[in-house]
Structures are given as C-alpha cells and as structure tokens.
C-alpha cells in the first residue's frame, strides 16, 4: 500500500481501515506496548477508535485484556449513547468499566468559584478535561498509551476541547474525516454481523454530539460535516480558492442546501481553520491515510 491514499475522501473504507491497523501496530510494536486505554462515549469516533485497537490486538493475537475500555458518563450523557458504548465492547467481548464524572466536575466547580446552573463553555471544557485526566492516570497505572479518538474533521475545525479530548498519546483517526469515519464503521458493522455490529448501526444513525450538554447537536452549531469535509478536500486538498471551493460547494450540493446555507458554513469553516490553528500545531501523533493530513510536515498554518 502506498503511504497515503488519494483523493477524494469516500469509497474507501476498507483501505482506509487497513491503513489505520497497521498504523497503530507499528506504533505500538515500536514501543513495545501491548495496552490501550480508550473512552468510549457511544459516538462514531470512539467507536473506530477501538475498532481499530480490537482488529490490531486481534490480528497480532494479543491478549485483548491489554484494551482497557471505560465509559465516562457527564451531565449530557444519554442512556443511547451510554448503552451503545456497553454494547459494542461486550460484543467484542472486552470489559467496560463506569466512571462517573458529575460528581469530580461539581467539586471543580466549586473550587473554581464556577455556577454550573449557568451553561458555559467551563461548564462543557471541564467535562472533557476531566476524561482526558483519568484516561491518562489509568494509562499510567497499566503501562499503556491513551488512544486518541478525534478525526480529521474535529481537528481542521478544532472542535474539541485544548488539552482535553484534544489530547492523546496517539490519534488513530486524525488522518480519517468525518463522513469516512461513518463509512468505515458501517463496513466493519457488515463485515462483521453480531452485537456489536448492531451497535454500531445504531451509532451511525445517532446525532453526533458530544453530549457536554442536555440536547446538544454538533452539526447544528458549526454546520453539516459532509459540507466541511468537502471544503476541506477542495480547500485543502486540492488546494483550490476561496471562491473555487464554494462554486464547488454549491455545484455538488444543489438541491441539498441553499446557496445561502453553503455560504453561511463556509463562512464558518474559514474562521475556524485558521483561528484554532493553535489546536492542530501542538496535537499528538496520528496516521497519515490520505495525501491530505494536518502535521508539522504536512498541511498547517501558523498559530495567530
């Protein structure tokens, strides 16, 4: 396989999903670790994420004991996306351990000086710091490395929280946007009929969100992913101009979103690439799966 995949992003799961297990076989052959840690929200990205350690352990015929799984429910947590997440690891038949954040968040709070009745982005931020905490003090406690779950598409936007889920050991989908990440889950959930299978289908069809708050919706804050992901192959990738990659936008997506609607997200994704550079230009390690990839050596801008 080459190093990288070409353009455009779709229609190739299975590569994709290939590139990605022996990218983190290497990785970890390389350090010689045989234990992950990975929190399991019950979303598209997590859920990959352990797809992709459960077929690298599984093909190398480690001990699957080494994939430490832990769900960290918050203040938005829902019983689907909770149940999902126990579902898919008991399918693939590892344990799944429950640690309740509310309660460590309050006491954060509380010191802080913080009115949590008042939703804030520390009321959202301290969630997802909280998680990234105890994932790395439990890597450190098993001798084990912090899979990273964010894609490509959260870290063009820089959606996500700065040293919170932003952080990792190693990012096994920072190379995998958005919309492929649901295409390579659907076609592992094919491939492999069963339990798990059946939770991930229902993750798929699952609003993506990352529940920080009651009734949070992402796309509905920074736009449809499968717009972003298409300005970011056109922009990014293809290197083409600001004007270009919205002629392109309207074009592919006629009768889908408005002209307006296109032009409102687009918007959207110019301010963010650039004001949360700052995010992508200090990020773990990941895999390069397509010739387009957010790395010191790759694409970046400067942080301003």
Same mark, same amino acid.
């Given at each position: %396989?080459? #190093?990288?995949?070409?353009?455009?992003?779709?229609?190739?799961?299975?590569?994709?999903?290939?590139?990605?297990?022996?990218?983190?076989?290497?990785?970890?052959? @390389?350090?010689?670790?045989?234990?992950?840690?990975?929190?399991?929200?019950?979303?598209?990205? #997590?859920?990959?994420?352990?797809?992709?350690?459960?077929?690298?352990?599984?093909?190398?015929?480690?001990?699957?004991?080494?994939?430490?799984?832990?769900? %960290?429910?918050?203040?938005?947590?829902?019983?689907?996306?909770?149940? +999902?997440?126990?579902?898919?690891?008991?399918?693939?038949?590892? !344990?799944?351990?429950?640690?309740?954040?509310?309660?460590?968040?309050? /006491?954060? =709070?509380?010191?802080?000086?913080?009115? $949590?009745?008042? *939703?804030?982005?520390? *009321? !959202?931020?301290?969630?997802?710091? !909280?998680?990234?905490?105890?994932?790395?003090?439990?890597?450190?406690?098993?001798?084990?490395?912090?899979?990273?779950?964010?894609? &490509? #598409?959260?870290?063009?936007?820089?959606?996500?929280?700065?040293?919170?889920?932003?952080?990792?050991?190693?990012?096994?989908?920072?190379?995998?946007?958005?919309?492929?990440?649901?295409?390579?889950?659907?076609?592992?959930?094919?491939?492999? $009929?069963?339990?798990?299978?059946?939770?991930? +289908?229902?993750?798929?069809?699952?609003?993506?969100?990352?529940?920080?708050?009651?009734?949070?919706?992402?796309?509905?804050?920074?736009?449809?992913? !499968?717009?972003?992901?298409?300005? &970011? %192959?056109?922009?990014?990738?293809?290197?083409?101009s600001h004007a270009a990659t919205l002629a392109s936008?309207?074009?592919?997506?006629?009768?889908? *979103?408005?002209?307006?609607?296109?032009?409102?997200?687009?918007?959207?994704?110019?301010?963010?690439?650039?004001? /949360?550079?700052? @995010?992508?230009?200090?990020? $773990?390690?990941?895999?390069?799966? =397509?010739?387009?990839? =957010?790395?010191?050596?790759?694409?970046?801008?400067?942080?301003?």
């Amino acid at each position: %396989m080459n #190093s990288y995949l070409a353009l455009p992003f779709s229609g190739q799961a299975s590569k994709v999903f290939a590139r990605q297990v022996k990218g983190l076989d290497t990785r970890l052959k @390389k350090m010689n670790c045989r234990s992950v840690v990975i929190g399991l929200s019950g979303g598209l990205d #997590s859920t990959l994420a352990l797809l992709v350690s459960y077929e690298t352990f599984k093909k190398n015929g480690w001990d699957l004991k080494g994939i430490h799984v832990y769900t %960290m429910p918050g203040f938005g947590t829902t019983k689907r996306t909770k149940g +999902n997440a126990e579902f898919l690891a008991e399918g693939l038949g590892l !344990e799944i351990k429950t640690i309740d954040i509310t309660k460590a968040c309050k /006491q954060h =709070f509380k010191d802080i000086g913080y009115d $949590p009745a008042v *939703y804030h982005v520390v *009321y !959202e931020n301290a969630q997802a710091r !909280e998680r990234t905490q105890i994932l790395f003090d439990i890597a450190n406690l098993v001798g084990g490395i912090v899979i990273g779950t964010g894609d &490509m #598409s959260e870290i063009a936007l820089g959606w996500c929280t700065f040293n919170g889920d932003h952080m990792a050991n190693f990012g096994v989908n920072s190379g995998v946007p958005k919309t492929v990440v649901r295409e390579v889950c659907a076609y592992w959930a094919k491939k492999n $009929p069963g339990k798990a299978a059946d939770a991930i +289908n229902d993750i798929i069809l699952t609003p993506i969100s990352p529940e920080l708050v009651p009734g949070q919706v992402t796309e509905d804050k920074i736009g449809p992913y !499968e717009l972003h992901d298409h300005f &970011m %192959m056109e922009y990014c990738g293809f290197k083409k101009s600001h004007a270009a990659t919205l002629a392109s936008a309207k074009k592919a997506f006629k009768g889908k *979103y408005d002209d307006k609607t296109i032009e409102k997200w687009y918007s959207i994704f110019k301010t963010r690439l650039v004001s /949360q550079a700052f @995010k992508r230009n200090c990020a $773990p390690d990941g895999i390069k799966i =397509f010739e387009l990839y =957010f790395g010191p050596y790759d694409w970046h801008l400067p942080s301003v």
